[in-house]
């Protein structure tokens, strides 16, 4: 195989591609937030007392897991506008698809978090007479977080990749400057290798700083 | 008369059938120091986190100072709000057997939480009086320190402080010395001894009958799902009455030199 590389024309659109890595980082904050803070909620709702709001929670979950994300994606940008009288934009249907779906799997996380904590913690956050909100705070959730971090660091990867479905909807994304460099110049090989690089590229720092958290977080042992 | 600091009247506890124990009758006047023994199953520990009501009981009244805790719900039994529940437990401090700090907070984080949390005490004060209460627990050298680097004396001894500086009427203490080493065991009896010679209201489980027989003003023995005998600790522990009573002392006395 006699190919020759040629990274000139991607280089040439790095303007393009800057863009596409802006989109993709504002679509990634947006759902990580999202995703994970509706995750958190979600799993204190399958705790919960209450039966409806058990059920509701649990049947999110299952909901959102269970169904691929390129699927919601497009229901949201496609089908939801026909039931409700909304414009939906690629963004607003990305951050849907995305956040919902995240949620679904960070609440399970949150949830096996929360009950790997010994119930003697909770006793004793009562016993000097916290309420449950104040134990869950002060007690509870920063000794579950700990313990969560690699799986939460799991999540937010995959969330991070996961903007590249967005430009099934022609989000402006990295992967769908990518896809607009690659058939003006007709050259997906590099086009795609330097959209790969990238990704690695921002993700391995941030990755990096979670194990530093997790050192951090793990001084009190 | 002043009206006694605790009063459990009809108290009782039952998991489904099997009943756990039931008609405790029992006045606590402020300064008692009771100790309360029994075999293994027979419902100390229960008894005791009924009263700040980790578990709730299923009958009878629990009044802390004349206030009657809970309210009768229309089956006759208590319902407790959580609000309620809050108020009674700064009152009705408890000191667990596993001591449960909480890991990722230092030693004087342990102990001002309480303060800071649930009395909304600044920062800064909760800490200055952590490092107080540490003082009277021998421990405030260790203020800055996790609870993973102390023995378990020291752990149960940051729990008493966590405990004391809520300042309660009444402290519970469950088992404190039995997940600990015999060496660490005199300690946190010690500090107990101290809390004693203070005058404060105590309520202790425990397995070690000689300082039972110290510490306490009243014995409780329990058995048969109930208080199977109670009086001072030279009546219970040097002249048992009742057979059960006199079969378990016998039992503790059996490798005694």
Not at chain 1, 41 to 62: C, D, H, K, Q, Y
Request: with cysteine; net charge positive.
């Amino acid at each position: 195989m006699n190919y020759i590389w040629n990274f000139q024309d991607v280089f040439n659109n790095w303007w393009a591609l800057a863009i596409g890595a802006a989109g993709t980082l504002r679509l990634f904050v947006v759902c990580l937030v999202l995703g994970m803070g509706l995750g958190l909620i979600i799993a204190l709702g399958r705790r919960s007392r209450n039966r409806p709001i058990r059920w509701l929670s649990t049947a999110f979950v299952e909901f959102f897991r269970n169904t691929p994300v390129l699927v919601q994606i497009l229901w949201f940008y496609y089908a939801l506008p026909i039931i409700v009288p909304i414009e939906i934009g690629p963004f607003l249907a990305a951050i849907l698809g995305i956040s919902l779906n995240s949620a679904a799997y960070s609440a399970e996380i949150y949830r096996g978090g929360i009950q790997s904590i010994e119930p003697g913690q909770w006793e004793a956050a009562k016993a000097i007479g916290m309420n449950g909100l104040q134990t869950l705070r002060r007690v509870i959730l920063p000794q579950a977080i700990r313990r969560i971090i690699p799986a939460l660091t799991n999540r937010g990867v995959e969330i991070f990749k996961m903007t590249t479905l967005a430009s099934v909807v022609a989000y402006v994304e990295l992967l769908q400057q990518g896809k607009l460099i690659a058939s003006l110049s007709f050259n997906p090989l590099e086009v795609y290798t330097v959209i790969a690089a990238i990704f690695l590229i921002i993700l391995y720092p941030i990755v990096r700083l979670t194990y530093a958290l997790e050192r951090h977080l793990a001084r009190s042992d | 008369m002043n009206a006694p600091v605790l009063r459990l009247s009809g108290f009782g506890k039952h998991f489904g059938s099997l009943n756990v124990f039931s008609d405790v009758d029992l006045d606590v006047m402020a300064g008692d120091r009771i100790a309360i023994l029994g075999a293994s199953g027979s419902g100390k520990s229960t008894l005791l986190r009924c009263i700040n009501v980790l578990e709730t009981p299923s009958e009878g009244r629990l009044e802390i100072d004349g206030d009657l805790v809970g309210e009768p719900s229309r089956s006759g039994d208590m319902r407790f709000s959580e609000r309620e529940l809050c108020a009674l437990r700064q009152r009705v401090g408890m000191v667990f057997q596993q001591f449960n700090l909480f890991p990722h907070m230092t030693v004087a984080g342990n102990v001002a939480e309480g303060l800071k949390t649930v009395r909304g005490v600044r920062s800064q004060k909760a800490l200055e009086r952590a490092v107080a209460e540490l003082k009277r627990v021998g421990l405030a050298d260790k203020a800055e320190s996790f609870p993973s680097r102390l023995s378990g004396g020291q752990k149960q001894r940051v729990a008493i402080a966590r405990a004391l500086a809520m300042d309660p009427e009444i402290l519970l203490f469950d088992e404190p010395t039995s997940a600990l080493d015999p060496a660490l065991v005199g300690e946190v009896l010690g500090v107990i001894e101290q809390l004693a010679n203070e005058g404060r209201t105590m309520l202790l489980v425990t397995h070690e009958i000689g300082f039972a027989y110290h510490f306490a003003t009243r014995i409780l023995f329990l058995a048969e799902g109930g208080i199977y005998e109670s009086g001072t600790p030279d009546e219970v522990l040097k002249n048992p009455q009742r057979p059960i009573t006199q079969q378990f002392l016998a039992e503790h006395r059996r490798f005694q030199f």
